[in-house]
């Protein structure tokens, strides 16, 4: 049986969700806990990458089980929970047809980013905290994102991915009670993108670039132009689309 995952995690004490070795990941808690219930080794593939610091809301994996009712079963639920640490919480189990997959079959994914502008000590430290930002200047560069496809200058060096072509659907800023949201929708996202993004439209912010600075930026397409990424604290993968229902 093929099952999905949706879950919520604090990336903060995880190097990132991806498996790797000697390093305490989100990944490998899941399938060791998974693996410890099932009783057999379990491994599970997620809906991408998440940087090292950064959270998750919603966030979809797959796994493959012998056990045809596991998302029907809530004691099994519970004791996953139960095993997994307290900043990693599995929300539902969901049954899948035999081919759905967790991150090849994702067809959006939406971050947001929180800064506050002022000091606020029970969102600490989950915002990046700065003031006297031009949200409007910031939002006037962030809509040219969507004129573009190809984010090199926005992209981590030396990464595997065979293109850094994506389609950004959405990208704009809010604010509310003295906090400014950003929010970006894509197809697929490159590794440290949205950081890189973030930093630089804060620099637009700050009015030590303007836009046509900023459309230079992605066009040189060498990521040493774009600002410093923004801290990863801030940085929420807050939704993951599919063509069904999940």
Not at 86 to 106: L, S
Not at 229 to 236: E, G, H, N, R, V
Request: net charge neutral; hydrophobic share 35%.
């Amino acid at each position: 049986m093929r099952y999905f995952l949706v879950l919520d995690y604090n990336g903060a004490n995880y190097c990132g969700w991806q498996r790797q070795p000697e390093q305490d990941t989100v990944q490998e808690r899941i399938e060791k806990a998974l693996s410890t219930l099932l009783r057999h080794e379990t491994e599970i593939t997620g809906a991408g990458r998440t940087d090292t610091g950064v959270h998750a809301r919603n966030y979809v994996a797959h796994f493959d089980s012998d056990v045809e009712t596991l998302h029907t079963d809530a004691d099994f639920l519970y004791k996953l929970n139960c095993i997994l640490p307290f900043d990693i919480n599995i929300q539902r189990i969901a049954q899948m047809h035999p081919e759905a997959h967790a991150r090849f079959d994702a067809t959006r994914r939406t971050y947001k980013y929180y800064i506050t502008t002022r000091k606020d000590v029970f969102r600490y430290p989950l915002t990046h905290r700065a003031k006297n930002l031009d949200i409007e200047k910031m939002n006037a560069a962030a809509a040219k994102l969507l004129e573009y496809t190809d984010f090199t200058s926005f992209s981590k060096l030396n990464t595997d991915v065979k293109t850094n072509n994506c389609t950004i659907f959405e990208a704009q800023w809010a604010e509310s009670e003295g906090e400014l949201v950003f929010t970006i929708t894509a197809n697929r996202f490159l590794r440290n993108m949205v950081r890189a993004i973030v930093g630089t439209l804060i620099e637009v912010g700050y009015g030590k670039l303007t836009t046509a600075d900023f459309c230079r930026i992605i066009e040189s397409k060498d990521r040493s132009q774009a600002g410093t990424s923004a801290p990863a604290q801030a940085l929420f993968l807050e939704k993951i689309e599919y063509p069904y229902t999940v």
